[in-house]
């Protein structure tokens, strides 16, 4: 084990708070500028310019004009799976944020959760098959920490059932499988653009779907079902992104490649200082064919080699002024809300893994000095 920190006395607390991620800003500068133009225009939403000119940049990043632009994610979600008409039972991860099932509850739908698999903590697709019922009409799968999920076997099962394959990657924007972003499969992805993530819009979400005559069918959900002054087709919501959000998303956009890469040497960082360190477990590489973000660092402390459980460990780091956070416990079927789904899964791994997740602090400007002293104090909050 590398007893570095150790070796060099305690390591100290830090002096302010180091919490799991804080929203990059870009050069005020630039967004005084924006906002110079949105107040020449006096538009502040309602498809105004600056949000068509950001959804044309995102159109292009994505390679897709299939995309709609939403104020969150949560909603975009939503939004969506009644624009796929979804019903009856979805078969989805209890390992997630709770927007996830709270998407399917707003739609009456019955979530039905499954396990997880060991290595990304995505839905194991064994599961996911043996789960299906006459009632079943999608996969609502999540690329959880932006971990592809097993995109062949999902859409293999969906292609034999029939069944409508919708993708939560609320984690996974700048993620591309084999040269080609993420959003291109399965019928919808979801992502969120919310100040937590390494892509931000302050808040924001983004539908992208393979069927290009949903657009319409969006547009309109998103915008009270308007059609003109005097026609309401739908009864949609208000879910618009607004030109502040927009603004912000497309100077966030001009430095996304900084900042996953900044995200990758703060986790190869992480990777080597703790890599020696019994029962702390981080997730295998991604296959070379990933182009992933680093957007979150979750490790597992296993109790057993560790010396110390997850909690007590998320506990001591308080002490130390830093700010862990345990993404993604408890499982959802255990919330209040979600109790009285039933299981037929006992959600082995799921459980297991939920007790030992950590999610480590990450973000742009976490000197990696810094990123080495976490690693230091977790050593240090180590017994023996
Ligand atoms: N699906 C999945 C799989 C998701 O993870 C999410 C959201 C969604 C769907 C829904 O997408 P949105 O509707 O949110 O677009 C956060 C985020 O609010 C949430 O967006 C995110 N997932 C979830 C994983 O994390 P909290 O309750 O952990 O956030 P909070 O406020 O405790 O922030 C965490 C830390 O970030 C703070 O300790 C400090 C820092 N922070 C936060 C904010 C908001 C800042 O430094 N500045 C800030 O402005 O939920």
């Not at 919490?19 to 800003?25: D, E, H, Q, S, W």
């Not at 082995?348 to 973000?363: E, F, G, H, Q, S």
């Amino acid at each position: 084990m590398k007893m570095d920190a150790v070796t060099q006395g305690r390591p100290q607390p830090f002096e302010k708070p180091i919490y799991v991620t804080r929203p990059f800003l870009p050069p005020i500068e630039e967004f005084y500028a924006g906002l110079q133009e949105i107040w020449d225009s006096q538009w502040l939403t309602n498809n105004g310019p600056v949000l068509q000119r950001f959804s044309g940049q995102l159109s292009q990043f994505f390679d897709t004009d299939n995309i709609c632009l939403f104020n969150n994610g949560t909603l975009a979600l939503q939004i969506g799976l009644q624009g796929l008409e979804i019903s009856g039972e979805v078969i989805t991860t209890p390992f997630t944020f709770v927007a996830t099932t709270h998407a399917l509850y707003w739609n009456k739908i019955r979530p039905v959760f499954v396990d997880i698999e060991p290595d990304y903590y995505t839905l194991d697709p064994e599961k996911v098959e043996a789960a299906i019922t006459p009632w079943t009409t999608a996969i609502l799968a999540v690329h959880v920490f932006g971990h592809p999920c097993n995109l062949e076997a999902l859409a293999d099962i969906a292609r034999r059932h029939n069944l409508k394959l919708i993708y939560d990657a609320a984690h996974a924007f700048g993620v591309s499988v084999n040269g080609k972003s993420i959003a291109h499969v399965g019928d919808m992805s979801m992502f969120s653009f919310h100040a937590t993530k390494l892509y931000h819009s302050i808040e924001g979400g983004m539908l992208t779907f393979a069927d290009p005559g949903l657009k319409t069918t969006l547009n309109y959900l998103r915008n009270f079902g308007f059609e003109s002054e005097t026609e309401v087709v739908m009864p949609g919501t208000n879910a618009k992104m607004n030109e502040m959000q927009a603004l912000m998303g497309a100077l966030v956009l001009d430095h996304i490649d900084a900042l996953i890469e900044q995200s990758r040497q703060i986790s190869q960082v992480y990777r080597e200082r703790l890599k020696d360190v019994s029962g702390i477990k981080f997730p295998p590489l991604l296959p070379d064919d990933v182009r992933y973000s680093y957007i979150y660092q979750p490790v597992e402390i296993i109790e057993e080699e560790f010396g110390m459980n997850r909690d007590t460990l998320y506990e001591k780091l308080k002490t130390y002024n830093v700010f862990s956070r345990r993404y993604f416990y408890p499982l959802l079927c255990d919330f209040a809300c979600y109790k009285s789904v039933a299981l037929n899964d006992p959600l082995k791994v799921a459980r297991k893994v939920a007790d030992r997740i950590l999610a480590l602090p990450t973000y742009y400007d976490l000197a990696l000095d810094d990123v080495r002293r976490i690693c230091d104090i977790i050593i240090a909050c180590r017994p023996g």
